[in-house]
């Protein structure tokens, strides 16, 4: 990936978080995070990964109000960033993180297993 992309995407990431922070007042969109953008090369198109604090439905929920917002975020970047034209947007729900989270209670898990396990050996 070229610098630029990456400046790009840093940017698009920044600006989306504080324009959905303190301009957004949809009640669709939760506790979100946004993790990173991947920009097409020509800069026409940015995907942007998300997360949010919650179960499936605060998920779809914020999903539905960050799509029906991609026109005041598009306008919002215009004004604050330096481009030409400011890529098409898509939201997309960024799954590592609940990934991560699977594989964090697994280890939890197998690590209270080998506790109890050793506790009992202990006591025998």
């Avoid at 990936?1 to 990431?13: A, C, E, N, P, W």
């Avoid at 439905?57 to 109000?65: P, V």
């Avoid at 029906?68 to 970047?77: D, N, R």
């Amino acid at each position: 990936m070229s610098r630029r992309i990456d400046k790009v995407s840093s940017q698009l990431v920044r600006e989306i978080s504080d324009i959905v922070a303190n301009e957004l007042t949809d009640p669709r969109i939760g506790f979100v995070t946004f993790t990173h953008a991947d920009v097409s090369p020509d800069f026409s198109h940015a995907r942007i990964y998300f997360t949010v604090l919650g179960k499936e439905k605060e998920k779809k929920s914020t999903y539905f109000g960050l799509k029906s917002a991609t026109g005041y975020l598009k306008h919002a970047l215009m004004q604050r960033m330096k481009m030409k034209r400011v890529p098409e947007l898509e939201f997309v729900y960024d799954e590592s993180v609940d990934q991560s989270m699977k594989v964090y209670e697994k280890i939890i898990e197998v690590q209270r297993k080998r506790k109890d396990e050793s506790g009992s050996r202990d006591s025998e």
